[in-house]
């Protein structure tokens, strides 16, 4: 990026805003997926005009834009792979007004996740996405990623409660879509069809967020199992059975062991799997409903279920649940994170698959995720430094993704695609499904400079690539 080039975007963005230095550009070099790729400049634009003015400018001299909220992404949805600029989002955070009367939050793209959901519920109102990452990650992030987290199972993904976007476009117009009417015909929906998009087709400024009551009461659970497999078949029982938890979360014994290691919780370190049950609602429906799958756990084979008496222990359930992430990394240096998904009433059957891949490459996967959604999240644990055994681990991701497909489901529920992700793109979408999706990208980009590299795969290649 040549001088003249700088001089430019100093004439947008006051040069102390502007970050040139090898150490500043290795800072925005990664994000908490795998891989490591070195900016030529990262910019921390203040607002939608100077946005506006940059993508013109990248127009102008075909320069790469990668924007990027708190690099959480595990899928590598901000890395940029082709060098050009960064857009640290992060700075973008000045609005989140709650309005209780239109039940409605109105947030800037930088604004963290957690502090929408404190807002919220200080207004008596409930914002339902909640992943793990929350308390750290950007709003912008999430709504491009398409987040979710434990309480998709019953209240859908963040694209449920998207329902207006202010964005600066990839040829630098803004443009609003949606608004905060909760119903909204007018046209073609680009609001859902930016949500989910992982920054390829526009940068959020603005977003209109949907509010609901907050439930009245909760009631929450432990089921252990002495086979992983039966506590799939738990899980499905209960889905089954006319209940919809607001919460239905998996770990495997690998992942009980570390937290116990790692933070202790009380949890039984002899169990297959522990399965987190969780409902929501008037107070008197939800007793009978954790009786119920307190129940049904037992007919699935569970040795021991436990029901929090208070909200101390339902906090400490939950925090267990939380900590398995940075719990598993101290297993290893290099954490693979998956999130293949299959239709819940597979879930047994991608359990038995996932022990068969566990097996045959001889590796350190472990599993948790949002079971009661089908959500699974396999972690392969190693050293990529080990290039034999991260040979293994390339088949056993590519064989991960081709069960989840093979049992009718998807390569991701709630990380996206980025780069990790999108050699099996069309294994999932055929070739066909997958024309269109690149001829939507080349008529709203056609210079191809917003986060180039993403979700399409390169010609040729035909798995992920970890060495």
Same mark, same amino acid.
């Given at each position: 990026?040549?001088?003249?080039?700088?001089? #430019?975007i100093?004439k947008?963005?006051?040069?102390?805003?502007?970050?040139?230095?090898?150490?500043?550009?290795?800072?925005?070099?990664?994000?908490?997926?795998?891989?490591?790729?070195?900016?030529d400049?990262?910019?921390?634009?203040?607002?939608?005009?100077?946005?506006?003015?940059?993508?013109?400018?990248?127009?102008?001299?075909?320069?790469?834009?990668?924007?990027?909220?708190?690099?959480?992404?595990?899928?590598g949805?901000?890395?940029?792979?082709?060098?050009?600029?960064?857009l640290?989002?992060?700075?973008?955070?000045?609005?989140?007004?709650?309005?209780?009367?239109?039940?409605?939050?109105?947030?800037?793209?930088?604004?963290?996740?957690?502090?929408?959901?404190?807002?919220?519920?200080?207004a008596g109102?409930f914002?339902?996405?909640?992943?793990?990452?929350?308390?750290?990650?950007?709003?912008?992030?999430?709504?491009?990623e398409?987040?979710?987290?434990p309480?998709?199972?019953?209240?859908?993904?963040?694209?449920?409660?998207?329902?207006?976007?202010?964005?600066?476009?990839?040829?630098?117009?803004?443009?609003?879509?949606?608004?905060?009417?909760?119903?909204?015909?007018t046209?073609?929906?680009?609001t859902?069809?930016?949500?989910?998009?992982?920054?390829?087709?526009?940068?959020?400024?603005?977003?209109?967020?949907?509010?609901i009551? /907050?439930?009245?009461?909760?009631?929450?659970?432990?089921?252990?199992?002495?086979?992983?497999?039966?506590s799939?078949?738990?899980?499905? /029982?209960?889905?089954?059975?006319?209940?919809?938890?607001?919460?239905?979360?998996?770990?495997?014994?690998?992942?009980?062991?570390a937290?116990?290691?790692?933070?202790?919780?009380?949890l039984?370190?002899?169990?297959?799997?522990?399965?987190?049950?969780?409902?929501?609602g008037?107070?008197?429906a939800?007793?009978?409903?954790?009786?119920?799958?307190?129940?049904?756990?037992?007919?699935?084979?569970?040795?021991?279920?436990?029901v929090?008496?208070?909200?101390?222990?339902? #906090?400490?359930i939950?925090?267990?649940?939380?900590?398995?992430?940075?719990?598993?990394?101290?297993?290893?240096?290099? /954490?693979?994170?998956?999130?293949?998904?299959?239709?819940?009433?597979?879930?047994?059957?991608?359990?038995?698959?996932?022990?068969?891949?566990? #097996?045959?490459?001889?590796?350190?996967?472990?599993?948790?995720g949002?079971?009661?959604?089908?959500?699974l999240?396999?972690?392969?644990?190693?050293?990529k430094?080990?290039?034999?055994?991260?040979?293994?681990?390339?088949?056993?991701?590519?064989?991960?993704?081709?069960?989840?497909?093979?049992?009718?489901?998807?390569?991701?529920?709630?990380?996206?695609?980025?780069i990790?992700?999108s050699?099996?793109?069309?294994? #999932?979408?055929g070739?066909?499904?997958?024309?269109?999706?690149?001829?939507?990208?080349?008529?709203?980009?056609?210079?191809?400079?917003l986060?180039?590299?993403?979700?399409?795969?390169t010609?040729?290649?035909?798995?992920?690539?970890l060495?």
């Amino acid at each position: 990026m040549g001088p003249e080039i700088i001089r #430019e975007i100093e004439k947008i963005i006051p040069s102390e805003r502007v970050l040139l230095d090898i150490a500043d550009r290795y800072s925005y070099s990664f994000d908490a997926s795998f891989g490591q790729y070195l900016p030529d400049i990262v910019i921390q634009p203040h607002n939608k005009e100077e946005i506006s003015q940059l993508v013109k400018l990248a127009n102008k001299y075909l320069i790469p834009i990668y924007p990027r909220g708190a690099a959480t992404s595990l899928s590598g949805g901000p890395l940029p792979v082709k060098g050009g600029m960064v857009l640290d989002m992060s700075r973008l955070n000045r609005k989140l007004v709650i309005d209780r009367e239109n039940l409605l939050a109105i947030v800037s793209p930088g604004v963290i996740t957690a502090d929408i959901h404190k807002k919220a519920e200080e207004a008596g109102l409930f914002y339902p996405p909640d992943p793990s990452s929350s308390q750290v990650a950007t709003i912008g992030g999430n709504l491009l990623e398409n987040s979710s987290g434990p309480r998709g199972l019953k209240y859908g993904t963040t694209k449920e409660y998207v329902i207006g976007l202010e964005v600066v476009t990839p040829l630098g117009d803004i443009i609003r879509t949606g608004g905060k009417t909760v119903k909204n015909v007018t046209g073609y929906d680009l609001t859902r069809l930016i949500v989910g998009s992982e920054g390829t087709l526009g940068i959020v400024t603005e977003a209109i967020l949907r509010l609901i009551p /907050k439930p009245q009461a909760r009631k929450t659970m432990l089921a252990y199992f002495n086979d992983f497999v039966d506590s799939g078949h738990a899980i499905t /029982k209960i889905l089954a059975s006319g209940i919809l938890p607001s919460a239905m979360e998996l770990m495997d014994n690998a992942c009980i062991r570390a937290v116990e290691a790692y933070r202790p919780s009380r949890l039984s370190v002899e169990a297959a799997a522990v399965i987190i049950i969780e409902v929501d609602g008037h107070p008197a429906a939800i007793e009978e409903e954790i009786l119920k799958c307190k129940e049904l756990c037992g007919t699935a084979g569970a040795i021991e279920v436990k029901v929090a008496q208070n909200e101390a222990e339902r #906090e400490s359930i939950w925090n267990a649940r939380k900590m398995v992430s940075p719990a598993i990394t101290r297993m290893g240096p290099t /954490k693979i994170s998956e999130d293949a998904t299959v239709p819940r009433s597979q879930i047994p059957a991608m359990m038995q698959r996932l022990n068969h891949i566990r #097996e045959k490459y001889q590796l350190n996967l472990v599993v948790f995720g949002h079971a009661g959604d089908g959500n699974l999240h396999p972690n392969i644990i190693t050293d990529k430094r080990n290039i034999p055994e991260m040979k293994r681990v390339e088949d056993a991701v590519s064989e991960i993704f081709e069960s989840a497909v093979e049992l009718g489901g998807t390569l991701s529920g709630e990380h996206g695609i980025g780069i990790l992700k999108s050699p099996y793109m069309e294994m #999932e979408l055929g070739e066909a499904g997958l024309l269109m999706m690149q001829k939507i990208k080349e008529a709203w980009d056609p210079n191809q400079i917003l986060n180039p590299g993403k979700i399409f795969p390169t010609p040729g290649q035909t798995k992920v690539a970890l060495t």
